[in-house]
């Protein structure tokens, strides 16, 4: 049977498609397609996680961050907040929970048969499982991996000759995606503090990096590369580029040199350097940040040679005139003021004009529009029409630029601000598909997850957010997220802690004094409260009771509660009702 049916869904193996009650395709990677297709073959059994990642990643090096991620876009597809559908087995792995009709019998995961070996074995030996199960769940499996793999690849390639004159046209060419090679990062100081942290920084690197979709990811288990053409293995060789770099330490700081090199040339085709710290921040999130900090950019420069011939500041647009008004834009969406703000959008309209189809003043124009709504600069009668606008520019951006990461973090961002949170959800999933590191889509899903009702999950994707520091120009948003979060769960002296922290950073905001006073009125702090609000007020005159709280939109019924109690909590304090 191909067709699997559960919970109102139908799982389709023959297309790769999961579709929803009215049919309707619900869009999945291969990997999440993949783990779908045997969560549900496997309904009711319990199925560990290193049974999962060794089936969805064989003989490949992936780190469980890889497993969650499919996990969490599973869910995100089929409405699972509740975790009703998939749950957690302490301990022993994942059972999917539903009623399947048409569960093939020759693909149920042996379960006994398999975790007898060692960690170390299934290092060393990456067949060991394979030998220990049943031939048929081997046939099986690679079968179903066979025709999702031959669909989406056809799919793809009849995507991408339709598309080409809109992608870089060598990418029709292209029989695989570039490997990527990472090899062991290298330690300066011969210590055994240095090697380690060294080592837990390239695995963190490495396990951000097979996340990404349009590249593969291999690790080399060998001595760190000192020179990359001379001597190196034939595994070195046939990867595209090679990734590696040197690690620093001083007395209160680590700093990471690294590159990454075209190996059939030995060309360097970007350096970076990152430095972390160490005053008062855990050995864990050093780590985070180093490999964070290398990965962002790196991703970030993965995309971008996706769309050689893309517009804007960012791949070096031949189009000067509208390279010099996105970067004017840029500037007015991040220091904006009202006045400033109407400018910038006259300017970017005639700019469009004149260049329609130039994506990136269409990705601009739409983040410049998403900050009007965010800041209530439109009247009733044009904030319909500036939503409607913004989401037709982004999606015109996306359907010529599917991957264009500019564009999915500006539609990521319009969706949560426009209180689309479901659709939300899988945009910022799509962000972090190619760059696993991107703060910023972190805070907006993090935004979505408080607004449905889930804090606890928002105060972890904040967080995480804050663990990677990347941009540094957005860490002030995760920040005021966590301090949002805590208040919300009534903790409020964290919540003083993390708003405060968020004001040292952009304290030329009102939003966050506002949401200052209120914690510091919950903490006992009543006398801070009233002079926090009044700088709030200051920053930000016109703020009432009315305008301060969150649309109510599709927000859950428990995030409107908390909403009012914070907002009245400001009204105790001095904020006028209206």
Same mark, same amino acid.
């Given at each position: 049977?191909?067709?699997?049916?559960?919970? @109102?869904?139908?799982?389709?193996?023959?297309?790769?498609?999961?579709?929803?009650?009215?049919?309707?395709?619900?869009?999945?990677?291969?990997?999440?397609?993949?783990?779908?297709?045997?969560?549900?073959?496997?309904?009711?059994?319990?199925?560990?996680?290193?049974?999962?990642?060794?089936?969805?990643?064989?003989?490949?090096?992936?780190?469980?961050?890889?497993?969650?991620?499919?996990?969490?876009?599973?869910?995100?597809?089929?409405?699972?907040?509740?975790?009703?559908?998939?749950?957690?087995?302490?301990?022993?792995?994942?059972?999917?929970?539903?009623?399947?009709?048409?569960?093939?019998?020759? /693909?149920?995961?042996?379960?006994?048969?398999?975790?007898?070996?060692?960690?170390?074995?299934?290092?060393?030996?990456?067949?060991?499982?394979?030998?220990?199960?049943?031939?048929?769940?081997?046939?099986?499996?690679?079968?179903?991996?066979?025709?999702?793999?031959?669909?989406?690849?056809?799919?793809?390639?009849?995507?991408?000759?339709?598309? &080409?004159?809109?992608?870089?046209?060598?990418?029709?060419?292209?029989?695989?995606?570039?490997?990527?090679?990472?090899?062991?990062?290298?330690?300066?100081?011969?210590?055994?503090?240095?090697?380690?942290?060294?080592?837990?920084?390239?695995?963190?690197?490495?396990?951000?990096?097979?996340?990404?979709?349009?590249?593969?990811?291999?690790?080399?288990?060998?001595?760190?590369?000192?020179?990359?053409?001379?001597?190196?293995?034939?595994?070195?060789?046939?990867?595209?580029?090679?990734?590696? @770099?040197? /690690?620093?330490?001083?007395?209160?700081?680590?700093? =990471?040199?690294?590159?990454?090199?075209?190996?059939?040339?030995?060309?360097?085709?970007?350096?970076?350097?990152?430095?972390?710290? *160490?005053?008062?921040?855990?050995?864990?999130?050093?780590?985070?940040?180093?490999?964070?900090?290398?990965?962002?950019?790196?991703?970030?420069?993965?995309?971008?040679?996706?769309?050689?011939?893309? @517009?804007?500041?960012?791949?070096?647009?031949?189009?000067?005139?509208?390279?010099?008004?996105?970067?004017?834009?840029?500037?007015?969406?991040?220091?904006?003021?009202?006045?400033?703000?109407?400018?910038?959008?006259?300017?970017?309209?005639?700019?469009?004009?004149?260049?329609?189809?130039?994506?990136?003043?269409?990705?601009?124009?739409?983040?410049?529009?998403?900050?009007?709504?965010?800041?209530?600069?439109?009247?009733?009668?044009?904030?319909? &029409?500036?939503?409607?606008?913004?989401?037709?520019?982004?999606?015109?951006?996306?359907?010529?630029?599917?991957?264009?990461?500019?564009?999915?973090?500006?539609?990521?961002?319009?969706?949560?601000?426009?209180?689309?949170?479901?659709?939300?959800?899988?945009?910022?999933?799509?962000?972090?598909?190619?760059?696993?590191?991107?703060?910023?889509?972190?805070?907006?899903?993090?935004?979505?997850?408080?607004?449905?009702?889930? *804090?606890?999950?928002?105060?972890?994707?904040?967080?995480?957010?804050? @663990?990677?520091?990347?941009?540094?120009?957005?860490?002030?948003?995760?920040?005021?997220?966590?301090?949002?979060?805590?208040?919300?769960?009534?903790?409020?002296?964290?919540?003083?802690?993390?708003?405060?922290?968020?004001?040292?950073?952009?304290?030329?905001?009102?939003?966050?004094?506002?949401?200052?006073?209120?914690?510091?009125?919950?903490?006992?702090?009543?006398?801070?409260?009233?002079?926090? =609000?009044?700088?709030?007020? &200051?920053?930000?005159?016109?703020?009432? &009771?009315?305008?301060?709280?969150?649309?109510?939109?599709?927000?859950?019924?428990?995030?409107?509660?908390?909403?009012?109690?914070?907002?009245?909590?400001?009204?105790?304090?001095?904020?006028?009702?209206?």
């Amino acid at each position: 049977m191909e067709v699997l049916r559960f919970a @109102g869904f139908e799982l389709d193996q023959r297309r790769a498609e999961l579709r929803d009650a009215d049919g309707s395709p619900v869009r999945l990677r291969p990997k999440t397609f993949d783990m779908l297709y045997l969560f549900a073959a496997n309904a009711g059994r319990i199925v560990s996680k290193q049974e999962l990642m060794e089936a969805i990643w064989p003989n490949i090096h992936v780190g469980e961050d890889s497993l969650f991620q499919c996990i969490r876009e599973i869910r995100t597809a089929l409405g699972d907040e509740e975790r009703s559908l998939i749950k957690v087995v302490s301990g022993r792995g994942y059972m999917f929970d539903a009623e399947v009709t048409g569960a093939p019998a020759d /693909l149920v995961v042996q379960t006994e048969s398999v975790s007898t070996a060692t960690k170390e074995e299934r290092t060393t030996a990456p067949s060991a499982e394979m030998h220990a199960a049943p031939a048929a769940r081997q046939q099986s499996f690679r079968g179903l991996r066979g025709w999702a793999a031959i669909v989406v690849s056809f799919c793809a390639i009849l995507g991408l000759a339709a598309a &080409a004159p809109a992608i870089a046209p060598n990418l029709i060419f292209s029989r695989k995606p570039p490997v990527v090679m990472v090899m062991p990062i290298a330690a300066a100081n011969s210590d055994a503090q240095s090697a380690s942290m060294a080592g837990n920084v390239t695995e963190r690197l490495s396990d951000g990096l097979a996340r990404i979709d349009t590249i593969r990811v291999v690790t080399s288990r060998t001595k760190p590369a000192t020179a990359l053409l001379a001597g190196v293995s034939a595994s070195v060789v046939d990867a595209d580029f090679l990734v590696n @770099g040197e /690690l620093q330490r001083s007395p209160n700081a680590w700093t =990471l040199e690294a590159r990454m090199t075209d190996t059939a040339t030995g060309e360097v085709k970007w350096t970076t350097s990152v430095s972390v710290g *160490t005053d008062e921040i855990e050995t864990s999130v050093q780590q985070s940040r180093l490999a964070a900090g290398l990965g962002h950019e790196l991703a970030l420069r993965i995309n971008a040679s996706l769309y050689p011939d893309a @517009g804007g500041i960012a791949l070096n647009s031949p189009a000067d005139n509208a390279k010099v008004v996105v970067e004017q834009a840029v500037a007015s969406i991040n220091q904006t003021t009202r006045e400033r703000f109407a400018t910038a959008q006259v300017m970017l309209e005639n700019a469009l004009t004149e260049e329609p189809d130039n994506v990136d003043l269409q990705v601009t124009l739409a983040a410049l529009q998403t900050r009007g709504i965010q800041m209530v600069w439109y009247g009733p009668v044009e904030m319909t &029409a500036s939503e409607t606008r913004a989401r037709s520019l982004l999606e015109r951006a996306l359907h010529a630029k599917p991957r264009y990461l500019p564009g999915l973090e500006a539609y990521c961002r319009f969706l949560t601000a426009t209180n689309n949170f479901v659709e939300s959800l899988v945009a910022c999933a799509r962000v972090l598909n190619l760059d696993p590191w991107n703060g910023g889509a972190l805070y907006q899903l993090g935004l979505t997850q408080l607004q449905l009702g889930r *804090t606890e999950d928002a105060l972890a994707t904040f967080k995480q957010a804050d @663990g990677f520091d990347t941009p540094a120009v957005s860490r002030w948003t995760w920040k005021i997220g966590i301090g949002w979060a805590y208040l919300m769960l009534g903790r409020n002296d964290e919540a003083v802690e993390w708003i405060k922290k968020s004001i040292a950073i952009t304290p030329a905001s009102g939003r966050p004094y506002l949401l200052l006073a209120a914690a510091l009125q919950r903490a006992g702090h009543p006398d801070e409260a009233k002079a926090a =609000l009044a700088k709030g007020m &200051a920053l930000r005159p016109n703020s009432t &009771a009315l305008n301060v709280r969150p649309p109510d939109r599709n927000a859950s019924p428990a995030f409107v509660e908390a909403s009012v109690g914070i907002v009245q909590t400001m009204v105790d304090v001095g904020l006028p009702r209206n």
